[in-house]
């Protein structure tokens, strides 16, 4: 639930939002920037669980083949998946 403020009349409880121009543009920009949010909560959510499904792989990986990792293994992972991750993400379509 989203309100705008169009005219110069104290804004109610209902607009949060209070337009400058007063035109109806003023909408638009309101509700790109909420799709652009949107769209940023939703990449953030498959980054997750991309992310758990990389670690849950390695884990069975290790157990499969009865091997395990040092601590700057782990480090130096993340780190590569991460930064690896964060980078192409953008570039996914939604």
Known sequence: HVGIALSDAEASVVAP???LDKTITSVLDVL????CALASAFAAY???IMYGQVESIN???NAYLSITFTEWC??????IWTITMAFTL???RA
């Open 17 to 19: 939002f209070t337009s």
């Open 32 to 35: 790109k920037e909420g799709r």
């Open 46 to 48: 498959k980054y997750m």
């Open 59 to 61: 884990q069975v990986a």
């Open 74 to 79: 782990w480090v130096f992972m993340d780190g």
């Open 90 to 92: 953008p570039l996914a």
